[in-house]
């Protein structure tokens, strides 16, 4: 489940960032805006943040199993970093974004998805706020 997120979340990553894609938008592209770049690396601080919540929760399995904290807000985090990143991209990919065929649509659908079938977002809320004794 999280390895889903994270493969989707390095595919939306991977369109832009220069590299291995021939495609992928540089600081030489004239597309490249300043709006742009910012919406890159706010992809990227999610990415970073939602890997290391990830390796908390798991270090957290391995010295105490005490994790449903931990698990709950890396599963909350992932999900809704990744629908925000999603729709970031399609915002980017303009009117291409919403083509029904495309990998960024499928992306999108994907991520809002995720916020239900791992969990709902809200069920990981409930389950951090008991932890605050809320």
Known sequence: MGQIRE????????EFLPGENP????DSTPLITEGISHR???MKVHLEAARLLTYRAAW????TRRVSLDASIAKLFVSEALVKTAL???QIFGGYGYLADNE??????DSVASTIYSGTS???RNI??????L
């Open 88 to 90: 970031s991209t399609v």
């Open 23 to 26: 495609h992928a938008l540089t």
């Open 40 to 42: 890159i690396a706010d």
């Open 60 to 63: 957290r399995l391995n010295q």
């Open 104 to 109: 960024v649509e499928r992306t999108l659908r």
């Open 128 to 133: 951090i706020a008991r932890w605050l004794g």
């Open 7 to 14: 493969d989707i979340k390095e595919f939306i990553l991977r």
């Open 122 to 124: 809200e069920m990981q």
